[in-house]
Every structure is written in C-alpha cells, then in structure tokens.
C-alpha cells in the first residue's frame, strides 16, 4: 500500500523559513511528485513539481524565488523548502506523488498525480 508522509509544517513568524519533508513507500520508485497546498475555504493549489530526474520543475506564479523543490530518490522523498514566508502562505500543504513519466507543464496539474498525502499545516503569523 502506497503512503505518503509530509513532515516539517509548523507556526513561524512572516518572513520566516520551513522545510517540509514527504517520504514515500510501498513502491519502489515514482515519477513525478510535487506539493499543493488548500487554504481554508479554498480550492486545493499547485506550489511546485518536480520531475524524477529533478531536471524539471514547474511553480506557482506566487512562489517563485521563495520556495524550491528538490527531492533523494534513494530514499523516495520529496522536500519543499520555504523561504520569506508570508501570512497568505498558511495553508494545508499536500505532498504527491505520480507513476507516470511526467513533466514540463504536466507538473501543474492534479490530475498527473495518482498518491496523496494527509497534508501538514504550515501557518505564517504577521
């Protein structure tokens, strides 16, 4: 059974920094994988993918220059390191996880994810 599970979300200050953690298992490998985050009341959003080789990556128009996806597949995890957080950052952040070989602009969607995590909570204070 494949499982996916974030770690690392917490409370900081704006401005602050936090490293999420997502580890992997029940498969061998995965193609692409990628974070999303659901604000309260909102629809759940793309930050950042990455494909397998780490070659490709895509982000939110919000987050660029401030967060960065990296990911060990020898230990089948993908991390998302936040910088220069902002109180519009808090939100429920989603790990994922594809077993196709995806990427580019496939990266942004959803729909090229097929294992989800529980989320971890990331809040930003003003």
């Known amino acids: 059974q494949v499982q996916l599970v974030e770690s690392g979300g917490g409370l900081v200050q704006a401005g602050g920094s936090l490293r999420l953690s997502c580890a992997a298992s029940g498969r061998t490998f995965f193609y692409a994988m990628g974070w999303f985050l659901q604000a309260p009341g909102k629809e759940r959003e793309f930050v950042a993918g990455?494909?397998?080789?780490?070659?490709?990556?895509r982000y939110a128009d919000s987050v660029k220059g401030r967060f960065t996806i990296s990911r060990d597949n020898a230990k089948n995890t993908v991390y998302l390191q936040l910088s220069s957080l902002k109180p519009e950052d808090t939100a429920v952040y989603y790990c994922?996880?594809?077993?196709?070989?995806?990427?580019?602009?496939?990266?942004?969607?959803?729909?090229?994810?097929?294992?989800w995590g529980q989320g971890t909570q990331v809040t930003v204070s003003s």
């Open positions: 990455i494909s397998r080789s780490g070659g490709s990556t």
């Open positions: 994922a996880a594809g077993v196709r070989d995806y990427s580019g602009s496939r990266l942004l969607s959803a729909g090229s994810y097929d294992y």
